[in-house]
């Protein structure tokens, strides 16, 4: 069985631009979640997106938006990057967290801001 | 949303020392998972806890959500070099949203 596959595994940017990551999640999982790791740290909560819609967001700022597509990948798209974006942006997916049912990582995506 | 403290941040131990990592909650959690990344990985799940002092073991590995469920703690026994990772604990809140603590990070040094 596949896992969650995220593309691209590095992203360069300038700092002004857009940047947009993908994320597949595990076959049969409708949830998908965005988690952001700054270096050396915890991951913070951004985005999950639940049978097409946008059911919750993290504490984040607008320019950090999504969508997920009918067949529930994923991309997440980040306007107007500025440096403290750099970061790990980790894509997770579950069967149903309403059934308490763990959530599986893909390896990330590293965005670097210059 | 739900705030979990985790400690210690750091954690160095010599390779066949025991190590503890513990979790923190104000509130009440209906249930508590952990996960392990390790160095350029990503989380891994272990284990999930839901009842009232639930205790789990996983080989060198023991889970225990505290009574109250307010708080929770894994315990390696004997480390190893394998060992070596950031352990998370993570809550679940409202809306489904899983909260991650800030983790510890363990060395194992041979």
């Known amino acids: 069985e596949a896992g969650v596959t995220q593309s691209p595994t590095h992203l360069i940017k300038t700092r002004g631009q857009q940047a947009t990551l993908r994320c597949s999640p595990i076959?049969?999982?409708?949830?998908v979640y965005w988690y952001q790791q700054a270096l050396g740290l915890g991951l913070q909560f951004l985005l999950w997106y639940d049978e097409g819609e946008e059911r919750n967001r993290g504490n984040f700022p607008p320019r950090f938006s999504g969508r997920q597509f009918p067949n529930y990948s994923s991309e997440l798209n980040v306007n107007a990057l500025e440096l403290e974006d750099s970061a790990l942006y980790l894509c997770a997916s579950s069967l149903d967290l309403a059934t308490n049912e763990k959530l599986f990582f893909g390896s990330g995506t590293q965005l670097s801001v210059l | 949303g739900q705030q979990v403290m985790q400690i210690p941040q750091y954690q160095h131990v010599q390779e066949g020392e025991d190590f503890t990592t513990y979790c923190n909650s104000s509130t009440t959690l209906s249930n508590i998972q952990w996960y392990k990344q390790r160095p350029g990985g990503h989380p891994v799940f272990l284990i999930q806890l839901v009842k009232s002092g639930e205790v789990k073991k996983q080989k060198r590995l023991t889970f225990q959500f505290g009574e109250a469920k307010k708080n929770s703690s894994l315990h390696i026994t004997a480390t190893q070099t394998t060992d070596v990772g950031t352990y998370f604990c993570?809550?679940?809140?409202?809306?489904?949203?899983?909260?991650f603590g800030s983790g510890t990070q363990l060395t194992v040094l041979p």
């Open positions: 076959s049969g999982h409708t949830s």
């Open positions: 993570v809550s679940s809140g409202s809306a489904r949203q899983l909260t």
